[in-house]
């Protein structure tokens, strides 16, 4: 993804954590686009909004919470991977659960990642560097499916 802007939705209902994120991008001078909303539903809403001013635009990663009001992260995942339109996007944990329960049912959710809070620092600063890596490295998915381009009608 190198010379193209990704986004990020920082699900995370920490206002202190979620602040801690944006300093850590800013002060590793990472160019994104940081959208945060407090808990899963919002997260749908703005992934699924028709609005351009609103809405989640392509190339994105989603660094989740798993401990939220209203929806909790592994039933945010859940349905994000039901969704047709949303089931490729990126999701990395960020979370204070180290428990193996946890762990399990996200990465059966199909996540990129699982990062401690704990285990990661107060200033988020290894997570940061980590993600801006993984995007100038890693190929993302087309958010369009494969059948739209003719290839799996033989063509």
């Known amino acids: 993804m190198i010379g193209q802007r990704?986004?990020?939705?920082?699900?995370?209902?920490?206002?202190?954590d979620a602040e801690a994120v944006i300093r850590a991008f800013q002060k590793q001078k990472?160019?994104?686009?940081?959208?945060?909303?407090?808990n899963g539903i919002e997260a749908l809403n703005v992934m699924r909004s028709a609005d351009a001013r609103t809405n989640l635009a392509w190339p994105y990663l989603i660094l989740l919470d798993i401990n939220?009001?209203?929806?909790?992260?592994?039933?945010f995942l859940g349905i994000l991977r039901q969704d047709n339109d949303l089931k490729r996007?990126?999701?990395f944990v960020l979370?204070?659960?180290?428990?193996d329960e946890?762990?399990?049912?996200?990465?059966?959710?199909?996540?990129?990642?699982?990062?401690?809070?704990?285990?990661?620092?107060?200033?988020?600063?290894p997570v940061t560097k980590f993600l801006e890596m993984?995007?100038?490295?890693?190929e993302f998915p087309p958010m369009s499916p494969i059948a739209s381009s003719g290839f799996a009608e033989g063509i």
């Open 6 to 16: 990704i986004r990020t939705l920082l699900v995370e209902d920490d206002e202190i």
């Open 30 to 38: 990472i160019d994104t686009e940081v959208t945060i909303v407090p």
């Open 68 to 75: 939220m009001p209203c929806m909790n992260g592994l039933e």
């Open 89 to 91: 996007s990126i999701v």
């Open 95 to 99: 979370t204070t659960s180290n428990r």
């Open 102 to 125: 946890d762990k399990l049912a996200a990465y059966n959710h199909n996540i990129a990642g699982y990062f401690v809070k704990s285990n990661v620092g107060q200033d988020y600063l």
């Open 134 to 138: 993984y995007w100038q490295l890693v």
